[in-house]
């Protein structure tokens, strides 16, 4: 069983619609949550983190958290063509100091 | 100053070549990793530095060799490397060794092996 699993898309919206991504984990014990955007050919850009259950809202990114169903998501507002791009989850591993777990990603491709 | 840099950015080597990557972080972060991702193939954890001392290797070959002089360089040696090597390798920081604290990623150094 992978230990952070996503969709890997494409996830394809159109302009102005909500684009809905999802992640599931494996381990109960993780406590802190990240979504990163990666652009083609680019690193990753951390957009979001979350360490409680429920809702967090920055600008048009609302991550959702469910520790019970062990299910974290990431929800875009208003989706532009620029947010067109890959989005990783990761999950810290309790047992490893800093350690963070990746899923692969989900492509998002928002279309005019 | 952006806060990760790495050099270079793009390196092509030959598999008896020996060469180094280099990370420089200007957040006051005391811990830096290296990352390995392949094509269609989520990031892959190499090495962990925590104040200059290594916490983590995800078992990986010899033929990388990591070095952190201070809690802002970071450098992985490359020699003897096969062609499956072949990836982009990021570094990325954060605060301190506390699990869950955020990681800022360098642009990453993408590595050629012929």
């Known amino acids: 069983q992978k230990e952070v699993e996503q969709n890997s898309g494409p996830l394809s919206v159109p302009e102005g619609a909500i684009a809905s991504l999802n992640c599931t984990y494996s381990d109960r014990g993780s406590q802190s949550f990240f979504w990163y955007r990666q652009y083609s050919g680019k690193s990753p850009e951390l957009i979001m983190s979350i360490y409680s259950n429920g809702d967090k809202e920055d600008g048009r990114f609302t991550a959702q958290l469910n520790k019970a169903s062990q299910y974290v998501s990431l929800l875009i507002r208003d989706s532009q063509p620029s947010d067109s791009a890959t989005y990783l989850c990761?999950?810290?591993?309790?047992?490893?100091?800093?350690?963070?777990?990746f899923g692969a990603g989900t492509r998002l491709a928002v279309h005019p | 100053e952006t806060g990760v840099t790495q050099t270079p950015r793009h390196l092509v080597m030959g598999m008896t070549n020996k060469k180094s990557l280099k990370c420089e972080q200007h957040l006051g972060h005391n811990a830096m990793y290296w990352y390995k991702q392949s094509a269609k193939k989520p990031l892959e954890l190499m090495f962990v530095?925590?104040?200059?001392?290594?916490?983590e290797n995800n078992s990986v070959p010899s033929r990388f060799s990591p070095e952190c002089p201070n809690s802002s360089h970071l450098f992985l040696h490359l020699h003897t490397l096969q062609p499956e090597d072949s990836a982009l390798y990021l570094c990325?920081?954060?605060?301190?060794?506390?699990?869950?604290?955020?990681?800022?990623f360098g642009p990453g150094t993408r590595l050629t092996v012929t």
């Open positions: 990325a920081s954060s605060q301190d060794w506390r699990g869950g604290i955020e990681q800022y």
């Open positions: 990761a999950v810290n591993n309790p047992g490893g100091y800093n350690k963070l777990i």
């Open positions: 530095y925590n104040f200059k001392e290594q916490t």
